[in-house]
């Protein structure tokens, strides 16, 4: 009986094994695709509102950006300058084929960590990414709208909805791809 099993298993392990091997991997659709226009060094410079993220003033920075190994994300390491100080941080864009929504994840050197993941559509020029977080113990909804103006630059705004249901800008600005 033990050999019977050692032999099954064996078995097994080979048919997994060769049903691995002829299974293709996935291969990025056009969605993630889109995505390539990010790839490349960008110059970032805007203008933040005072807001509870902080104070307000004047902002920049140089972000790198390339395409993560399979290219399903683009990963951006960014770092600058603004009212606060020093600036450094980590954004993923990717695509959900499940979800049909694009995705953003970012971490900085402040005490910003995404919790959500939000979730953004295009449609023509417009990439729009909806938030929805904690902060200080109350929900937050917030939106990110890139509007893209030729092959090297966009323009965007950040904007939280305010208790009176008017969306408010936290950070507007434009973004130069460095050649």
């Known amino acids: 009986?033990?050999?019977?099993?050692?032999?099954?298993?064996?078995?097994t392990i080979a048919l997994v094994a060769t049903v691995?091997?002829?299974?293709?991997?996935?291969?990025p659709g056009p969605e993630h695709?889109?995505?390539?226009?990010?790839?490349?060094?960008?110059?970032?410079?805007?203008?933040?509102?005072?807001?509870?993220?902080?104070?307000?003033?004047?902002?920049?920075?140089?972000?790198t950006c390339e395409w993560f190994q399979g290219g399903f994300a683009v990963i951006c390491n960014s770092q600058g300058t603004a009212?606060?100080?020093?600036t450094k941080n980590i954004g993923i864009m990717g695509y959900s084929a499940d979800q049909k929504v694009y995705t953003y994840y970012g971490v900085d050197n402040t005490?910003?960590?995404?919790?959500?993941?939000?979730?953004?559509?295009?449609?023509?020029?417009?990439?729009t990414f909806n938030?929805?977080?904690?902060?200080?113990g109350q929900t937050i909804k917030s939106r990110y709208v890139l509007k893209i103006a030729s092959p090297t630059s966009y323009s965007f705004t950040w904007?939280?909805?305010g208790t009176d249901g008017k969306w408010?800008?936290?950070l507007t600005g434009t973004s130069t791809k460095n050649k």
């Open 20 to 27: 691995a091997g002829q299974a293709s991997a996935p291969k």
């Open 168 to 170: 408010m800008p936290v």
């Open 33 to 63: 695709k889109k995505l390539d226009y990010f790839v490349g060094k960008w110059t970032t410079t805007g203008e933040m509102k005072a807001s509870p993220f902080g104070p307000g003033g004047k902002m920049t920075s140089t972000d």
């Open 159 to 161: 904007e939280m909805l």
């Open 83 to 86: 009212p606060t100080g020093p």
């Open 111 to 127: 005490a910003l960590t995404m919790t959500t993941v939000p979730k953004g559509t295009v449609q023509g020029d417009s990439w």
């Open 131 to 136: 938030d929805e977080s904690m902060m200080g």
């Open 1 to 11: 009986m033990g050999k019977t099993i050692a032999s099954i298993i064996v078995v």
